[in-house]
């Protein structure tokens, strides 16, 4: 079982659509979860991040964490054509004391206008 | 906010040579740095964990003779490619923290080796 895992995807959405991105991990102690966007050819560039269940809100983008679950999502909304980038799940494990982050396979999201 | 300096951004060398990255904590310092590599449409894969003034911890299956991770200060780490073959051609990303108890992580911009 893979550490963290997302859908590749690609998760196409219309303009102005809600886009859904999903993540789980496995290991349960975890405590940092966080939403990167990569374009291609670039670093990696953080959204959010996240550290207690429930959701957090910034601007269009909402981070919901279930850690009995083992889920994170990112919601989109009001997608816009510059949203389309992979999106990048990646949790700081517990079971490492060097707070290494690992990364989900990513999701490509576009946005069609 | 805190900026990470990784450079060079893209380097072409011929098989066999050895090739220097650098990556720069330019406004805090980072006891904590990060390399990953990230092959085209895959995600990015940790190589190694250097501390500052300690030996490089390497994820299993990463080469330590291969890759070389040198952490002397707290702004400054570099990965080696020695003796770099096509099959290391990638995309070498660097991260850094401040310490524990810092959740941010910062990523340079990535550097581009293509080994020809």
């Known amino acids: 079982q893979k550490e963290v895992e997302q859908n590749s995807g690609p998760l196409s959405v219309p303009e102005g659509a809600i886009a859904s991105l999903n993540c789980t991990y496995s290991?349960?102690?975890?405590?940092?979860f966080f939403w990167y966007r990569q374009y291609s050819g670039k670093s990696p560039e953080l959204i959010m991040s996240?550290?207690?269940?429930g959701d957090k809100e910034d601007g269009r983008f909402t981070a919901q964490l279930n850690k009995a679950s083992q889920y994170v999502s990112l919601l989109i909304r009001d997608s816009q054509p510059s949203d389309s980038a992979t999106y990048l799940c990646?949790?700081?494990?517990?079971?490492?004391?060097?707070?290494?982050?690992?990364f989900g396979q990513g999701t490509t999201l576009q946005v069609k206008p | 906010g805190a900026v990470v300096s990784q450079h060079p951004s893209r380097v072409i060398c011929k098989s066999g040579t050895s090739v220097k990255i650098e990556c720069r904590s330019l406004d805090f310092q980072a006891t904590t740095m990060f390399w990953y590599r990230q092959f085209p449409k895959k995600s990015l894969m940790l190589m190694a964990t250097?501390?500052?003034?300690?030996?490089?911890?390497?994820e299993q299956g990463v080469e330590k003779d291969k890759f070389l991770i040198n952490h002397a200060s707290l702004t400054l780490s570099t990965l080696t490619v020695t003796s770099a073959h096509p099959e290391d051609s990638s995309f070498y990303i660097c991260?850094?923290?401040?310490?524990?108890?810092?959740?941010?992580?910062?990523f340079g911009s990535g550097t581009r080796l293509t080994v020809v």
């Open positions: 991260s850094a923290r401040e310490g524990p108890g810092h959740y941010g992580y910062t």
């Open positions: 250097s501390n500052e003034g300690s030996k490089a911890t390497y």
């Open positions: 996240i550290y207690s269940n």
């Open positions: 990646a949790v700081n494990l517990i079971s490492s004391n060097t707070g290494k982050l690992i």
């Open positions: 290991d349960r102690g975890s405590q940092s």
